[in-house]
């Protein structure tokens, strides 16, 4: 194509010199000299054994294969050449040359047609701007001050060559940019769903029936979180009812790395449960620090943690709240109780300094327990206010709802006050015992399962 294109440059290039220099022997115009046929044969003749040499180039490319940087090198030669050519033959005299102007057009149409970065396209010109300075002073007169100035602004002449190439080359460039980041931010959003479909299988499975139930709603900030809930079945033996062991964790940070924490701490928690099934909830806390303290609080990374065993034999729940928002006991007559903080935020302090502090706190038929994170409670609405700690226990001392509907309506009063996309990852768990005990059927059955297992 860029031989094609130089031959009909040098034709028309030629017309045209041709046809001014007619029009000017016409004219009669004094002190203009009309080209005679010999120089219009030479120019001809060099126009063409130029075409020729490009496209013998051309053939030589194809035919043998050469390397980018080969061809590279052979592209500079054949517009260099072009352009000595030119500049050679306008100092002759001989027409169609258009002398700096040819080299111009030339290099122009190269920069149009050739893969150059904008450094590549300055190195066939400038030994061409070179050549033609010296020619101009040395034939134009050196104290002339209009030679001077031809020279001094010479070198622009590969200035709209070197603009296409940059504008070119900056549009490939932010197109494959664009192209690589697509593909990139298809393969990260892909492994970022895998990854959420691993770590929620983390998470115990709801329990929807029996005598007592446990339900929750999670909504992480962005695709995965730092919120996590573990959950821990002794399954009863003779008559008795059982315990459920129940951990809410929240790790700072947000995304990637608290899931990867997240990760670590459900396998640290099975191995505790798995040595220990009837573990109190302060000696799960009292661990869990000492693992966070040595493993990830180095890191800046802590956790709050509150953990409770609800023992139906005994009616009661047992807790122990390191450094987590309270939760709420609610009363089947109603009645409110909050789980407060017994301990410092895990990992925060070593082995020896934390002390859970446990506390019990009576849990009958009816009763249901709700546990959060913060993202509960510090969601912004539409005038920048907090739903609050105070905000959410009106909320749940004044609504009504069915056993295992209390995660669903907290997480719908969130929602609702919540002005944008979250800012926290939200995790709301409900505890409940039902109204009416285990019947003596399902009590035979546990008695012939006896044993322990985790909740998944």
């Not at 040595?294 to 034999?313: E, I, K, M, P």
Request: overall charge positive; hydrophobic content about 45%.
């Amino acid at each position: 194509m860029l031989t094609i294109i130089g031959l009909l440059v040098w034709i028309a290039s030629l017309a045209a010199s041709i046809i001014g220099a007619e029009i000017v022997s016409k004219i009669g115009a004094v002190g203009r000299a009309v080209p005679s046929d010999w120089s219009r044969i030479l120019g001809l003749a060099l126009g063409l054994i130029n075409t020729l040499f490009a496209a013998a180039c051309f053939l030589t490319a194809r035919r043998r294969r050469l390397r980018h940087d080969d061809l590279l090198r052979l592209s500079y030669v054949l517009v260099a050449a072009d352009g000595m050519i030119r500049v050679g033959l306008a100092h002759l005299g001989t027409p169609g040359a258009l002398g700096i102007v040819g080299v111009l057009l030339t290099h122009t149409l190269a920069c149009a047609f050739l893969p150059w970065s904008p450094r590549q396209a300055l190195r066939p010109v400038w030994p061409v701007v070179v050549v033609w300075a010296i020619l101009h002073v040395a034939f134009g007169g050196v104290g002339r001050i209009e030679v001077w100035f031809g020279v001094l602004f010479s070198p622009f002449v590969a200035a709209p060559g070197v603009l296409i190439c940059y504008l070119r080359d900056t549009s490939r460039l932010a197109e494959f940019k664009l192209r690589f980041f697509q593909k990139r931010y298809g393969e990260v959003r892909r492994e970022l769903v895998d990854a959420r479909r691993i770590h929620e299988s983390l998470f115990p499975r709801p329990i929807k029936d029996g005598p007592i139930l446990l339900s929750y709603e999670y909504e992480p900030m962005s695709q995965i979180g730092g919120d996590y809930l573990f959950a821990h079945r002794v399954q009863p033996r003779d008559d008795a009812l059982g315990c459920l062991s129940v951990v809410v964790l929240d790790v700072t940070g947000h995304g990637i790395s608290a899931a990867l924490t997240v990760n670590r701490l459900y396998g640290e928690l099975t191995r505790i449960f798995a040595e220990q099934p009837h573990v109190r909830p302060g000696e799960v806390l009292r661990l869990l620090n000492r693992y966070i303290h040595l493993t990830l609080a180095d890191h800046s990374v802590f956790v709050t943690g509150l953990c409770l065993r609800a023992d139906l034999d005994a009616d009661i729940i047992e807790y122990a709240n390191g450094g987590h928002p309270p939760a709420f006991l609610r009363a089947v007559d109603g009645t409110l109780h909050e789980l407060e903080s017994t301990a410092w935020v895990l990992g925060a302090s070593g082995d020896t300094e934390f002390v859970p502090a446990p506390r019990t706190i009576p849990f009958g038929p009816g009763d249901s327990l709700i546990a959060y994170t913060d993202g509960a409670i510090e969601c912004r609405g539409i005038d920048g206010a907090l739903m609050s700690l105070a905000g959410l226990r009106r909320l749940i001392a004044a609504a009504r709802t069915e056993h295992g509907g209390w995660p669903a309506l907290v997480r719908s009063a969130v929602l609702g006050h919540r002005a944008g996309p979250p800012t926290d990852d939200t995790l709301v768990i409900e505890v409940s015992r039902s109204l009416t005990t285990a019947s003596s059927t399902s009590r035979a059955g546990s008695r012939s399962r006896g044993g322990s297992s985790l909740v998944r």
